[in-house]
């Protein structure tokens, strides 16, 4: 099984999380001051927002965001995922900043996709660069559709699936169904699924329904002590 140390997982990504939090805030208030306003509660105007950024705005008050997908993304793979090459699918990728730890921490020779229903999440992720441990260039890939649509993957050809912030703040225990059913089509026999909790799918909603489709929890990985969030690890087997 893949191994990743805690001093490897501390030593990558961003830097500190006060200057993450700093430029973050300086971002968002340069931002304000030209009228874009990304927290907005209605999906036209968050995409809207989006557009009007360049990268480096976008990567700024994405940065709490990201310094926690450097930490928990590892912290779940470890022990969990095969030590080879593997077929992995990041799920709300957003902006690739998910997919570039994937990219960064899967086994060389992995092919990562994106899945992301927002057109302008996916062009910022489109430009970025996504490197292996070894400094040479992951192979990803990207789909513009929403993770409760089919995926478009054969079946039993998936070892990863990820999702860092979609499922935990998007869906909800009448929504997921969809996603839970292709899961257990696309996941390989012994495949591993990586998903975040938060306000809209609790950690005990998750598990019960997790455990109702076949899949055995493996642990809860957070980003630091006082995360709330993070991301529960689940195996499945097609004999379940």
């Known amino acids: 099984m893949l191994s990743i140390s805690e001093y490897d997982i501390t030593s990558n990504g961003p ?21 874009i306003h990304f927290r907005a509660t209605s999906f036209d105007e968050v995409l809207a927002a989006y557009a009007a950024m360049t990268q480096e705005e976008f990567d700024a008050i994405n940065g709490p965001q990201e ?32 997919t570039r730890v994937l990219a960064f921490y ?7 996709t994106g899945y992301e229903i927002a057109e302008p999440m996916l062009q910022f992720a489109r430009r970025r660069e996504y490197r292996q441990r070894n400094g040479e260039p992951a192979k990803v890939d990207f789909i513009c559709q929403g993770v409760t649509e089919p995926l478009r ?4 050809s998936i070892d990863l699936i990820n999702a860092s912030g979609v499922v935990g703040h998007h869906l909800t225990p009448a929504t997921i169904p969809p996603l839970v059913a292709e899961m ?20 005990s909603d998750l598990l019960r329904i997790m ?14 002590f006082g995360d709330r969030t993070g991301e ?3 195996s499945f087997s097609h004999a379940s």
């Open 106 to 112: 899967c086994p060389q020779g992995s092919h990562i």
């Open 153 to 156: 993957e054969p079946d039993a």
């Open 184 to 203: 257990r089509r696309v996941l390989t026999p012994s495949g591993v699924a990586m998903l975040d909790v938060g306000p809209t799918m609790p950690g």
């Open 15 to 35: 830097g500190g999380i006060l200057c993450v939090w700093w430029r973050q805030w300086r971002t968002e208030r340069a931002l304000g001051h030209r009228g």
């Open 67 to 98: 310094w926690a997908n450097w930490r928990t993304i590892p912290r779940a793979m470890t022990g969990h995922v095969p030590d080879r090459p593997l077929r992995v699918l990041d799920l709300g990728c957003g902006t690739g900043a998910s």
């Open 211 to 224: 455990a109702d489709a076949g899949f055995a929890y493996q642990g809860h990985y957070t980003s630091w």
């Open 232 to 234: 529960m690890v689940f």
